[in-house]
């Protein structure tokens, strides 16, 4: 099992690998666009409101973890993540991680489709990535993963928070179990939550394309010595 990390470090890493594989020319992220990254309102579950400092000294931590590493030689430092060699993952694994570590807790049909804003991902390859995250425990299973609407979430939670994810799963699928009239089809109920998920995904990822415009706009405005609106 992975060690936990907490709920600022899960945010972080989550900011890092997400902009690492969304950007159409990645660099290492300053300390404000990570800040800005973390605290985004769009693909995040839940929304904060981080300042600098606690940031910089999460930062701070991770890289002594070897999670994160420094990038110096310009005049602002910045940020990118080590994951690849820290957790040993391919980029299907990495990409359905970040999402987890971003949203929390999810179906698997819902992490998949959000996670394929960051990397294309069909239903076999994600369905090979969790099954190989689950055996190494970077993924866990709510509840058994054939019951139907079953979530799962990043292994990086404490047993103790753990624990009440699972009791909190547990009962929310006993009230849905009998709530739901017994006519309701699981096939018919399983394909709407993909299309769902798929749906939420195609928002998401039209969210993120705007913050990023937004950014780069701010960007070009800011070299030009153009006011901002606030």
Known sequence: MPDPLSVLERRVLGVLVEKALTSAAPEPLTLNAVVIGCNQKSNRDPLMSLEEPEVDTCLEGLQRKGLVFRVTGSRVE???HNLYDAWNVEKPELALL???LLRGAQT???ARARASRMEPLDQDS???SIR??????FIVWLEPEERRGARLTHGFHS???LARLKASQHTAAVQVETTTPASVQPDRISRLETQLGEAVADLSRLRSEVEQLRAQITHIQQ???IPTSP
Do not use: F, H, K, N
């Open 108 to 110: 698997a049909a819902e």
């Open 223 to 225: 070299s030009l010595g």
């Open 132 to 137: 190989t995250l689950v055996d190494r425990g």
């Open 126 to 128: 994600a369905s090979t």
């Open 98 to 100: 970040a999402e987890l």
């Open 159 to 161: 047993p103790e928070e």
């Open 78 to 80: 910045r940020w990118r």
